[in-house]
């Protein structure tokens, strides 16, 4: 499971020269250096493309932006993040020279996955920088270190990096024949809106401890044998989705009513027909272990 939205890893993010600040304020300046702009958590866009600007032209930008992170180096070029989020709209789009605002998941269709990538962890990055202007033990102001890819307390040193959060995302399949998979419908989507089951891994759990108290909590389903398919950047704002198949012990299902309003079995063909009146979202792991298991001869 290869061909992920916002996977891939596109840039080389510089791990060992990037707490160098000489060297990260050298690549900044480069020829070459591409800024990516941003405002709360939406890119700025012309024409419906996200903005790229050169370091000499963004100089203007630099110099109300919040500090640049350092993204990576696509070659010998650096690519960062600048977060104009202190400013109104108005005054972020005329800055730029952007026409709008969009978030990465409206534009993710016109975009290669590369920029995908790009554009999500520099939404991520962006929108944790925001959030953690202040150390969480002694509360002092903190400051972007190692080209913003963590950030250092300024009263009593501590270094924070920031914090992801694992989500496990299982596409169930029945425990004896014919061929189904369990879906749910989330509590609010719409009538007849399926999708694979998902929910936080909780301190203490492996993610296949995860898997079985999810389906079992929202679904009243016990599951056995639990395989990975692989895992999904989701910076939304700081997701990773780890998608498993797993097998059911039984048919019986039980829905709690908190997460999901109603669960089902569905063949292959129910879930063909189901796709064709609600498509999945394009860039979710959700789409492609659906599809995966649709491929599969039975």
Known sequence: MDELTYSGGWLDRAGAR???????????TAEGTRIIPLWRDHCL???DR???LAAQPAEKMLAVAAEPVLLGLDGDAGVFAADLSALEEAEALALV?????RDVRRLVTGLTRAEATTLGHARGILHWHRNQRFCGICGAVTASRHGGSARGCTGCGKLLFPRIEPAVIVLVEAAAAPARCLLGRHLGAAEGRFSTLAGFVEVGESLEDAVRREVAEEAGVRVGEVRYQGSQAWPFPAGLMVGFRARARSDEIAVDREELAEARWFTSDEVRA?????????????KHLIEAWLAEPW
């Open 18 to 28: 990037r707490t160098d600040p000489d060297w990260v304020q050298d690549v900044l």
């Open 45 to 47: 866009v012309a024409d």
């Open 97 to 101: 020279g952007a026409s709008a605002t």
């Open 274 to 286: 189901l796709l064709t009146i609600h498509p999945r979202n394009p860039d979710s792991i959700d």
């Open 50 to 52: 996200p903005l790229s």
